[in-house]
């Protein structure tokens, strides 16, 4: 690519990004060369049409004599189906492809959430779009880094960036040493952990969910580690065994309810998926992982998993713990978006963040009608004990265990 660009002879530049197309030229594209960039677009759109799950930035540099193919993806079935495409093409071409983890991150390509809620981030400052969270104990894949900054993918697939704060790196040897090791997961909507059984200093602060090592326990106390090695305590009544939590999960709709109704005033937060603050589908998120199950990030992930219920406002088929999608509904010229998502909680009612985690009500004489969510309802899917590859069951996929 430098002796392109140092010759000054660079006409034709064509970027596919993630997600989109953009040509940049200081002549017209050939028809050879739409059929080039044609190749990469069908590539990207068969293995990476999710940018919020898959990486695909690649670039194309020419002088017209010569094409340089630069970029990097996480996925190594689409580059292997971008290299076997260019290959049968006409160009002259050098690969430049890169497959993530980077290189430079040598035998660290694991981590730990470090801190009991991370900001996840669409780009590698402070000031981007929160895009996610994860909380404490996570494990996490980590792909390549920039300034202070790690490009990470959490086990819901996710891929977003997180400050080196946020995470303790591990080697695989790290990673199995922390998977083998003995845990508590904190049930408590918030809470501290302390330096003594005193409670004389804070650690840390503490919510729902959060996953920590445990050395020892007292009546009144678990003495855990953190993944950078800090020790404290926990109020054992504020936690539970994690391998007795798993094995005991056998989560009904009953309690999905419950696990709702214990969030109830929960800020609103876009990009939030923990007690500190949600949004609609980091609250659904939320309500499943607390009963031992990973489900995708967002309600246009959601939307995807689990068994079809209704789409003609047939409430009466629901059952409580089914998700609720809101959105505009496909016409002729566009297509279907879902927006929203809340949960079904039985005498119909349903259960959702916006503004704040509150219920609404399908029935118009309710005190509590949602007219607005009921005119753009889209279709209701069941998710409890569905079979599906982007539903993770912690009781039989372990994340933090063995």
């Not at 209704?310 to 297509?335: M, P, V």
């Amino acid at each position: 690519m430098m002796d392109i660009a140092k010759s000054g002879r660079v006409l034709l530049k064509m970027l596919m990004c993630i997600g989109f197309i953009a040509i940049i030229a200081c002549e017209g594209i050939t028809s050879q060369e739409q059929i080039f960039l044609n190749k990469i677009k069908e590539v990207r759109k068969e293995f990476a049409p999710d940018k919020r799950t898959v990486l695909f930035d690649v670039h194309v540099y020419t002088d017209r004599k010569k094409y340089l193919i630069t970029g990097e993806s996480n996925s190594a079935e689409a580059l292997n189906a971008l290299r076997e495409e260019l290959k049968e093409s006409d160009f002259d071409f050098t690969d430049e492809l890169r497959l993530l983890p980077a290189e430079t991150l040598g035998d660290t390509v694991q981590a730990v959430v470090n801190i009991s809620v991370a900001n996840l981030r669409s780009n590698p400052k402070h000031s981007a779009e929160l895009a996610t969270q994860a909380t404490l104990g996570t494990p996490v894949k980590v792909l390549k880094k920039e300034g202070g900054w790690f490009y990470i993918q959490t086990p819901d697939k996710y891929l977003s960036w997180v400050d080196d704060g946020g995470i303790q790196l591990m080697t695989s040897d790290d990673m199995k040493a922390w998977q083998a090791s003995s845990k508590i997961i904190y049930t408590k909507t918030y809470g501290h952990s302390y330096a003594n059984e005193a409670k004389d200093g804070i650690i840390s602060d503490l919510v729902a969910g959060n996953v920590l090592e445990v050395a020892s326990a007292t009546d009144e106390f678990f003495e855990v580690s953190y993944p950078d090695g800090r020790k404290a305590f926990v109020v054992k009544s504020e936690a539970e065994d994690y391998n007795q939590w798993i094995d005991q999960m056998n989560p009904t709709v009953e309690d999905l309810v419950s696990t709702s109704k214990e969030l109830m005033g929960v800020p609103y937060l876009w990009g939030g998926t923990s007690t500190k603050g949600m949004d609609c589908s980091g609250f659904t998120k939320t309500i499943y992982f607390l009963n031992g199950m990973v489900i995708p990030r967002d309600a246009s992930q959601q939307v995807h998993t689990g068994k079809s219920i209704d789409s003609i406002q047939n409430f009466e088929d629901l059952e409580k713990g089914d998700l609720l999608f809101f959105g505009r509904k496909a016409t002729d010229s566009t297509a279907e978006k879902v927006v929203h998502v809340g949960m079904w909680i039985g005498n119909n009612e349903f259960i959702h963040a916006s503004n704040m985690v509150r219920i609404s009500s399908m029935d118009p004489e309710a005190y509590n009608f949602d007219e607005w969510n009921r005119n753009r309802y889209l279709r209701t899917k069941r998710i409890l004990k569905e079979k599906d590859p982007d539903l993770i069951d912690l009781t039989q996929i372990p994340l933090f265990k063995e």
